[in-house]
């Protein structure tokens, strides 16, 4: 069997010098500078953010870097180390939502949306180079938006990157061009972890549209080491796709079922059920008053899934690493059964960990592809991505890639 492939981040000062070269190559000039804006792993909290529900992530080692210049004009350029020689070119003055085709729609699209909320954006040159694995489920297109987003306040003097509140307003803009311009829903978990996590810390999103930016983040510690624990994050190599109807039918199908239900969102519901004397009753009246069965479902995954989370928390606090494992598998288990977002590649990665050792493990991201999360003692790692890639092999899968999940920095500026 061959051995398991483990990505290294690149170093801050290798991510300036490869994005620079590029930038010079193709555009025969130097940057005004370089930003860089982290992955994510989503620990736990799946599907829970456009429910205005809770999350949990970390921002992973891996970034995504960009060199950028500001134009006189209004034409945006972009170019990628992955394809070095196709620069995608557009116009920004007259764009329209879903006017940028491929993977330039990404980043044009947060100029296009800071000119859309009156911001004084022009044109711009860009170079992107990351080692954020492409349709991993490890957010590799927050990554990309969140650090043009930093570099563009940056040149144009918005003032918005230097402080966590201000973040927020760029958050936004990324946010835009990924469901705008890009067509891929999100739901703003991703682009908060790559502008706000820290490092040793997990950012415990709450997303309840009523909160202040000062009030829907708190950092809980996220220490491993201090535990001798590991996150071992593998991407199956299952493609991973949210733009093909999936995502936004259960979005759809969530919005419906809190309009059945006579409440603004779903974290209405799961706050009223948890209170309750009885929650489980709580929650069996709830989805009685639901019209089918598949409706039923999601709501009860999103609804339990926002406790996880509160619970993850309290147990990480407490040490207490075997009730922190359980709710990752109980995690999975809703996301496979009731939310029905997993595929063969991701459940038998989960199934493969657990059974070598893992405290818990669970699919991390939008599902339909994608990655793993398991949290397993130090130093194993290495032997657990192997069993997996040994058992995806004698399946016929597409060899899994694996990495280190370390809770790190959010987006900054290198150079």
């Known amino acids: 069997m ?6 290294a981040p690149i170093e801050a000062d290798e991510g300036v010098a490869r994005v620079t070269e590029l930038f010079e190559k193709t ?40 060199a950028l210049k500001p134009r006189t004009d209004t034409t945006a350029r972009v170019v990628s ?53 492409l349709g991993s489920g490890l957010s590799s297109s927050a990554a990309m938006t969140c650090s043009t987003a930093l570099a563009l306040d940056d040149v144009y003097g918005l003032g918005y990157g230097q402080s966590d509140a201000g973040r927020v307003t760029l958050i936004n803009a990324a946010i ?11 739901g703003g ?53 949210l733009n093909d109807g999936q995502y936004a039918e259960r979005r759809a199908t969530c919005e419906k079922a809190a309009e059945i239900l006579k409440v603004p969102n779903l974290r209405y519901c799961a706050d009223g059920i948890m209170k309750a004397g009885d929650p489980f009753q709580a929650l069996k009246e709830t989805l009685d008053a639901l019209p089918d069965e598949i409706m ?20 990480f606090a407490d040490n207490d690493i075997e009730e922190a494992g ?20 991701l459940d038998v990665a989960v199934d493969v960990a657990r059974r070598n050792g893992a405290y ?16 397993v003692d130090e130093g194993k790692s290495e032997e657990i991505a192997q069993k997996i890639a040994d058992e995806f092999a004698r399946r016929g899968f597409h060899a899994p890639r694996a990495m280190a999940a370390v809770a790190s920095s959010s987006a900054s500026r290198n150079a």
Not at 296 to 315: C, G, N
Not at 360 to 375: E, V
């Open 176 to 186: 835009r061009s990924e469901n705008e311009m890009a067509g891929a829903s999100t």
């Open 326 to 345: 359980r709710l990752f598998n109980a995690s999975h288990d809703s996301l496979a059964v009731d939310y029905e977002v997993t595929v063969p590649e």
């Open 189 to 241: 978990l991703d682009q908060n972890a790559s502008m706000r996590c820290e490092e040793n810390k997990a950012l415990l999103l709450d997303c309840r549209p009523e909160l202040t930016p000062l009030e829907n983040v708190s950092q809980q510690a996220f220490d491993l080491k201090a535990n001798k624990l590991e996150l071992l994050a593998l991407d199956t190599q299952a493609p991973h796709q």
């Open 81 to 133: 180390e992955i394809s070095p020689d196709e620069v995608t070119t557009a116009e920004l003055d007259g764009l329209e939502a879903r006017g940028v085709d491929g993977w330039g729609a990404y980043p044009i699209g947060v100029a296009w949306a800071l000119r859309e909320k009156g911001f004084n954006v022009r044109g711009f040159d860009a170079a992107f180079v990351s080692c954020v694995p």
């Open 296 to 315: 039923k479902k999601r709501v009860r995954h999103v609804v339990t899934e926002i406790e996880r989370v509160r619970s993850f928390v309290h147990a």
């Open 360 to 375: 818990g493990a669970r699919m991390t991201g939008g599902g339909f592809g994608g990655s793993i999360i398991a949290l």
């Open 27 to 66: 555009y025969g000039e130097k940057p005004e500078g370089v930003w860089s804006a982290p992955g994510r792993v989503n620990l736990i909290g799946e599907h829970t953010d456009y429910n205005a529900g809770l999350c949990l992530p970390i921002a992973l080692p891996h970034r995504t870097y960009i």
């Open 2 to 7: 061959a051995q398991v492939e483990f990505i």
